[in-house]
């Protein structure tokens, strides 16, 4: 018999957010009647000299909202609408040169892009920055109306989350949702509207312990500090931490501030440390990447489990976040999150202790003007308490996705994927003799 651990990715409460699961199914059939209204195109994005892959790369199909990025092998999957397989692409990534390939040169498979490190001159690397890096994260933080999309969008999202013991996989959540993402300037909480989802779990795998992530989407969503800032940098906080400025650094040919931050010494709570980039002309903040201090074990556990047997000590051992925006004519908006959770369970009368990770990410593939403001029903929302559901019909249909743009799975996540399509074949064998 299972036991039951339910883990949140955020250790803040959200109480106002309103309920609702929606699962669409679409079957094969339907899938392969539908029209093919666009061309696939797939590779890799590396570093020019070391062949390195470049993780988080960004790529997008120029004069449109459709994008993706690498995945943390440096691997990319982007399916270009019809219409603008005569766009070209550009492809940009933090201290790299900014590169654009005209799509018709691509071939649909095993294309490998090339990015070249941009050189910063000593004294550019050097440049006289503001006195106060406090102060510039401040003037960042309050700039976001002008900087950042101040309208109403919709935006579609892949979202992914898997748990693995030490190196396997046990659990593999997908999803497309729907965001109605309010101004920037607003405090309306973004709405949450779930198209269409896949789930599987091995739980041969578990070890007896059910592991469950509650939030989903809201986990990578609400990573998003510009939007929600008060989920780590408050009024009150900020005078909590220390800051000081790195070596900078470009991105789209633009110098950017790198802002190291950390808790003071005197703070008990745990709180974070990391590095902001922010863009030196505008004073956007254009990436941010943190961890949460995790000194204090106990307090860090309270933080994040939310249900456990009482057999077991559960802590993290790792916890770490990261926001990325992109820009579109002059205005930035949330493009990519990701959030690691790494745990250690100690049972009590049992030689060996088990080791997990939880992993989500999320990423925006499109978007579009709400000049109507249109926001979902109450009763279409989803909540963030969730956790998503098992149902691993869609791993059966190669073309689940249709034109959905997603993440590319890494080796292991599509050996997994493999392994489910394996498993639901036999299934469908064995009952279909038993039914003969």
């Not at 997990?356 to 990423?363: D, F, I």
């Not at 009763?379 to 034109?403: N, Q, T, V």
């Not at 743009?405 to 469908?428: H, Y």
Request: aromatic content about 14%; hydrophobic content about 35%.
């Amino acid at each position: 018999m299972f036991q039951e651990y339910i883990f949140s990715a955020r250790h803040y409460s959200v109480k106002y957010l309103l309920v609702f699961f929606l699962y669409i199914g679409m079957g094969t059939d339907i899938v392969l009647a539908q029209a093919i209204t666009y061309t696939e195109y797939s590779g890799e994005v590396l570093d020019a000299d070391s062949k390195k892959p470049l993780i988080f790369a960004t790529l997008t199909v120029n004069n449109t909202n459709v994008t993706t990025i690498t995945n943390s092998e440096g691997q990319f999957s982007l399916k270009v609408p019809n219409e603008y397989t005569e766009n070209n692409l550009t492809i940009a990534f933090l201290g790299y040169k900014t590169k654009q390939i005209a799509i018709t040169e691509l071939e649909q498979k095993k294309n490998k892009i090339f990015m070249t490190e941009f050189v910063m001159a000593l004294s550019e690397a050097r440049i006289d920055a503001p006195n106060d890096a406090e102060a510039l994260v401040k003037e960042t933080l309050n700039k976001k109306g002008d900087n950042y999309l101040n309208e109403s969008t919709v935006m579609t999202a892949f979202y992914r989350e898997t748990i693995k013991k030490r190196r396997t996989n046990v659990s593999l959540s997908e999803a497309v949702v729907n965001i109605y993402k309010t101004p920037y300037s607003s405090k309306k909480t973004d709405a949450l509207e779930l198209y269409k989802a896949r789930k599987s779990t091995d739980y041969t795998k578990l070890d007896t312990v059910a592991l469950k992530l509650q939030g989903g989407p809201f986990n990578t969503l609400f990573i998003d500090m510009v939007k929600y800032p008060n989920y780590i940098f408050t009024v009150e906080t900020l005078a909590y931490y220390d800051f000081s400025f790195d070596t900078s650094t470009r991105v789209n040919d633009q110098l950017i501030y790198v802002i190291d931050f950390k808790q003071k010494p005197e703070i008990i709570d745990p709180l974070y440390h990391g590095k902001l980039y922010i863009d030196a002309e505008n004073k956007i903040l254009t990436s941010a990447i943190y961890s949460l201090n995790i000194t204090d074990k106990r307090l860090a556990s309270q933080m994040f489990v939310r249900k456990k047997p009482k057999n077991a000590e559960v802590w993290p051992t790792e916890v770490s976040y990261r926001v990325d925006y992109r820009e579109k004519d002059g205005k930035w908006y949330y493009g990519y999150s990701n959030v690691l959770l790494e745990f250690k369970i100690n049972w009590k009368k049992r030689l060996f202790n088990s080791v997990y990770s939880m992993n989500c990410e999320m990423a925006i593939t499109d978007w579009e003007k709400n000049p109507d403001k249109t926001y979902p029903k109450h009763k279409d929302r989803m909540k963030s308490s969730i956790i998503l559901s098992d149902e691993a019909i869609g791993f059966a249909d190669p073309y689940f996705w249709g034109e959905y743009n997603i993440i590319e799975p890494e080796k292991s996540i599509e050996s997994a994927i493999k392994k489910i399509q394996r498993q639901l074949r036999k299934n469908k064998t064995i009952n279909g003799t038993a039914a003969r």
